[in-house]
């Protein structure tokens, strides 16, 4: 079974400030997606990578995909409190391509 | 409707009861998924299907676990003789089609005292 892990599990950083959080598989990966949650509510999908070596921007937010397919990190430029949630990232296992499955997620809290 | 509608929100049900929770995915969508999941932690896999078959279910827990979407659209997950251990949030997703965006339910909190 493919296993995702996230760094830190919990991250609390003052506003303005830049952060990274990372994904990390001992597997290879066809896609990875990252998804936000916030309290009481559903992940929703923030991206998807899927070539190695790919970086996706979506405003303030820059997602990677590693080289080898095997981890991705986000990174935040100047956090804002409305980031506050919590980053999961996902994928697809190799042996049951619809079976997506997620990592523990890392916490963010954006102090004001 | 417009979004993925779970019910009910919250279910409280004593332990050896059973429980049954309902999932209603965006309309027209075809790939349907069941996950749990433990506060402040990643969704975790229980099932999944693909219009109405039940295309992997190898997340589920133990025989107690079971779901069905009989006509393509609306599926529910059953718990058979609850346990304290199956209190969790229970969150549907559904997509279009498989391997696109995935949008999720507020989910079920389901208590078992």
């Known amino acids: 079974t493919q296993l995702l892990e996230q760094s830190p599990q919990f991250l609390s950083i003052q506003e303005g400030e830049n952060l990274t959080v990372y994904c990390n598989s001992s597997?290879?990966?066809?896609?990875l997606q990252w998804y936000r949650q916030e309290p009481g509510e559903g992940p929703v999908l923030l991206v998807t990578?899927?070539?190695?070596?790919e970086v996706k921007k979506l405003k303030r937010l820059t997602f990677q995909f590693g080289d080898a397919r095997k981890d991705s990190s986000l990174h935040i430029t100047a956090a804002q409190p409305g980031d506050t949630g919590l980053y999961l990232c996902?994928?697809?296992?190799?042996?049951?391509?619809?079976?997506?499955?997620f990592g523990p997620g890392t916490s963010l809290s954006v102090i004001p | 409707g417009a979004g993925v509608s779970q019910s009910p929100r919250y279910k409280v049900t004593k332990r050896g009861q059973d429980v049954a929770l309902r999932c209603d995915p965006i309309?027209?969508?075809?790939?349907l998924y069941w996950y749990r999941q433990a506060l402040g932690q990643g969704p975790e896999f229980l099932t999944y299907?693909?219009?109405?078959?039940?295309?992997?279910k190898s997340g589920l827990p133990n025989d107690r676990f079971s779901a069905e979407r009989p006509e393509g659209s609306i599926s529910t997950l059953t718990i058979q003789r609850t346990e304290q251990r199956d209190s969790a949030m229970y969150r549907c997703?559904?997509?279009?089609?498989?391997?696109?965006?995935?949008?999720f339910g507020q989910g079920t909190r389901l208590t078992v005292v």
């Open positions: 990578v899927v070539t190695g070596g």
């Open positions: 996902a994928g697809p296992q190799k042996t049951s391509y619809d079976k997506v499955i």
């Open positions: 997703a559904s997509s279009h089609t498989r391997n696109t965006e995935a949008f």
């Open positions: 597997s290879v990966f066809s896609s």
């Open positions: 299907f693909n219009y109405e078959a039940q295309q992997d």
């Open positions: 309309s027209g969508h075809v790939s």
